[in-house]
């Protein structure tokens, strides 16, 4: 991981949110240099432990990008990405650690502006509370 | 199995407070299957205690295993390197897990990551219900395989008692009345004559009532 903040991880489900970040890269939508993407084969892969270690590991937020519900290819991989999250934000909290560091985003394949909005979205979220602190 | 279930992060950080290394001990038996205390648990957990106690500016180092069994001695030797370089370990076993862990490493203390909760199967993926109560003296032969012990509030013997309505327990709309699943299920059999015999009292001192049990098998001992 690069020493340029703010530092986010995103999962990226390779039916979506993997051609949505194709898709912003290529129509030069500004995204942040250390923005680390790691492609899975469905947002349902995307494990408690993994975000956990992203976290661990020094990222200031984790972003799931994952298929609209009702467009999994497998079913139901987004929901099951969805309600790890949820149950991950409520682990934060008892941790004293702020739940918005795990963002579930559902985006379709060629929503690339999409895309670069949320992660842009989660920026600005991490500065605003930074500079609260 | 033994299903159990996580203990809250704040009773888990208050008992590894005094602790800067800890190892953090999953199992690979029953609290994997339940996804209480697995490889997987121990990841997540291990995460979530290094990152709240370097968020209180308090870090701690946190080792990672998850042992074969924790239950049985044989495996215990899996430990032994990591416990040299340890305060503690955060055992995410069950209390059988913990209690082993702090017989074999008696110079240093073994904290329970879990609440061991009951003996039971996973009725759907994420859901488990408690089907055994160890009580010694199994009866499942008279009560067609539907253990009245775990299943029953009031574990009777000869059911159903009046608080059974609609194959349901008056303690909650959620809880099936045991009896009423015997009974389904002993007319299934064809097995409904067994309801004519009284079962009697049974003797609790093979449970719990009759203190710690100990089973000693001298066929099996070296």
């Known amino acids: 991981m690069g020493s340029e903040k703010p530092k986010i991880v995103a999962f990226c489900c390779e039916e979506s949110g993997m051609p949505a970040y194709e898709h912003a890269k290529s129509l030069g939508l500004p995204l942040p240099d250390a923005l680390k993407?790691?492609?899975?084969?469905?947002?349902g892969k995307a494990e408690t432990g993994y975000i956990m270690k992203a976290l661990d590991e020094g990222a200031d937020a984790v972003m799931i990008f994952a298929c609209y519900e009702g467009n999994c290819k497998y079913v139901q991989g987004n929901i099951r990405a969805k309600k790890r999250v949820d149950y991950l934000k409520t682990r934060l909290e008892s941790l004293g650690i702020l739940p918005e560091k795990i963002a579930f985003c559902p985006v379709a394949p060629a929503s690339g502006a999409r895309f670069a909005e949320m992660v842009q979205e989660e920026v600005q979220a991490l500065d605003s509370r930074e500079n609260k602190s | 199995m033994i299903i159990a279930e996580q203990k809250p992060m704040e009773e888990i950080l208050e008992m590894?407070?005094?602790?800067?290394?800890i190892l953090l001990a999953g199992c690979g038996a029953c609290v994997t299957v339940c996804q209480a205390g697995g490889e997987k648990e121990v990841g997540v957990l291990a995460s979530q205690i290094r990152l709240a106690r370097k968020d209180a500016g308090n870090p701690i180092e946190v080792l990672e295993m998850t042992m074969t069994r924790q239950c049985e001695p044989e495996f215990m030797e899996e430990a032994e390197d990591a416990m040299k370089?340890?305060?503690a370990v955060l055992s995410i076993a069950c209390g059988i897990g913990v209690q082993l862990m702090a017989k074999t490493f008696f110079d240093k203390p073994?904290?329970?990551?879990?609440?061991?909760?009951f003996l039971g199967f996973p009725e759907e993926h994420g859901v488990f219900t408690e089907r055994c109560a160890a009580c010694g003296n199994c009866v499942l032969h008279l009560t067609g395989g539907?253990?009245?012990?775990?299943?029953?509030?009031k574990s009777l013997l000869n059911g159903p008692c009046g608080g059974s309505q609609d194959g349901k327990c008056e303690i909650s709309p959620?809880?099936?009345?045991?009896w009423q699943l015997i009974y389904d299920r002993l007319k299934?059999?064809?097995?409904?004559?067994?309801?004519?015999?009284?079962?009697p009292p049974k003797k609790w001192i093979t449970s719990?009532?009759?203190?710690?049990?100990?089973?000693?098998?001298?066929?099996?001992?070296?």
């Open chain 1, 37 to 43: 993407v790691i492609a899975l084969p469905c947002g």
């Open chain 2, 208 to 222: 719990r009532d009759g203190g710690p049990r100990k089973i000693v098998r001298e066929d099996l001992r070296i």
């Open chain 2, 85 to 87: 370089e340890v305060d």
């Open chain 2, 146 to 153: 539907i253990c009245p012990i775990a299943r029953c509030s």
């Open chain 2, 16 to 21: 590894l407070a005094p602790y800067k290394k």
């Open chain 2, 174 to 178: 959620d809880v099936e009345c045991a």
């Open chain 2, 110 to 117: 073994a904290l329970p990551g879990l609440n061991t909760t």
């Open chain 2, 188 to 199: 299934a059999l064809g097995q409904l004559e067994n309801l004519e015999n009284i079962i």
